[in-house]
């Protein structure tokens, strides 16, 4: 014969909740019926191990669709009411049943209930000003980023197109005047681009601070010691090597994090933006290289930059130590920027194979 086990309720102006005291209950059933709950489970209970069960004949009209969620030491069952309102009891009869109590741990009176609906209000009201707040300066942020990547996009196609073209016009004796035709729009784009390491620092894009560092201090170091400061250099065919390079990677790269802005993919993009960088980069930084190396002599001939010491020690100190350091700490850059991008390649790649999958 079932039993009864022991029920606490509450209520709040939408809803009653009923707390069947039944420990690891199975095979629960609950429906409503005619406006009366009906409930059954197997459990411990009051009685030990049984079957229980009880039913509930409302005091006004309840939706059929009931929800219940049963845990270790309870089932907790959920009645949405027909009409919002307050009711004066729970069932139809005035006399409660002996297994019926109220469930004093979400016991409101009815004021209460009113005050935490307007809690409730209040609160969402705080999440949806905040949400307005962060999408306004989620919007102000990629407008910035978006303009951002378009005009260094800009710039570098520029580079890209007129160095193509003069070389396809021009032939060889392009690669002697690189300087004089680019090196303006590459100083632009250059300088520029130390907003990269301030966007990183400062939480606008998702990267570590350390990879735009090197690239920005490597390329402006080339571009303005190397060759801004070094008239000889201008006319070397290396220039136009190391600004090709450059803007090769470029081109795939804004346009790709230009996209980003908006949560959107041209696949083929993606894959060159994280492909073409593996040959180019390290011929980048060899080009690089070569300049340093060409610039070597100059610095030595010219004295330009050189360290002045005590008397004692000598006259002064070539700026070209530093330089051979430099070319030490150029390939150790070499080497963060290639494991970062690898890394980048590889986790961007697997996430698209896994969610293919």
């Known amino acids: ?17 009923l707390r069947v005291e039944l420990t690891d209950a199975q095979n629960i059933a609950v429906c409503v019926h005619e406006n009366t709950l009906q409930f059954r489970a197997q459990g411990r209970g009051a009685k030990g191990q049984n079957d229980y069960e009880f039913s509930l004949a409302f005091l006004l009209p309840v939706k059929p669709e009931v929800s219940y969620k049963s845990t270790q030491r309870q089932v907790n069952v959920t009645v949405r009411k027909e009409q919002r309102g307050w009711w004066e009891r729970l069932i139809v009869q005035e006399r409660k049943p002996v297994f019926l109590a109220p469930d004093f741990d979400r016991w409101l009176d ?45 710039g570098f196609s520029w580079i890209f197109i007129n160095m193509t073209v003069r070389l396809f016009i021009f032939g060889q004796d392009s690669l002697y005047d690189t ?22 620092a400062f939480g606008a894009v998702r990267t570590g601070i350390i990879p735009p560092l090197i690239q920005v201090v490597g390329r402006n170091f080339i571009l303005f010691i190397i060759f801004g400061s070094l008239e000889e250099m201008h006319n070397r065919p290396v220039v136009f090597f190391v600004f090709y390079l450059w803007s090769t990677i470029e081109i795939f790269r804004y346009p790709f994090y230009m996209l980003g802005c908006f949560n959107t993919e041209w696949k083929t993009l993606t894959w060159l933006r994280y492909t073409v960088w593996i040959p180019l980069y390290p011929l980048g930084v060899l080009a690089e290289a070569v300049a ?9 001939e010219t004295k330009l930059f050189s360290i002045p010491l005590p008397k004692s020690i000598g006259s002064s100190a070539s700026f070209s130590y530093i330089l051979h350091i430099y070319l030490i700490l150029m390939f150790l850059g070499l080497f963060i920027n290639f494991r970062h991008l690898y890394k980048q390649r590889k986790r961007r790649f697997q996430t698209k194979k896994r969610k293919a999958n």
């Open 179 to 200: 300087f004089h035709t680019i090196s303006d729009v590459m100083f632009f784009c250059q300088i520029l681009a130390t907003v990269e390491v301030l966007n990183a």
């Open 110 to 154: 009815e004021s209460d209930a009113e005050m935490e609906i307007r809690q409730k209000e209040e609160k969402k009201n705080r999440v949806r000003a905040s949400r307005h707040k962060e999408e306004g300066f989620v919007s102000l942020k990629t407008g910035y980023l978006f303009v951002y990547n378009l005009v260094q996009f800009l």
């Open 1 to 17: 014969m079932a039993l009864t086990p022991l029920v606490y309720w509450a209520q709040r102006h939408e809803d009653i909740y």
């Open 292 to 300: 340093v190396i060409q610039s070597i002599p100059i610095f030595d």
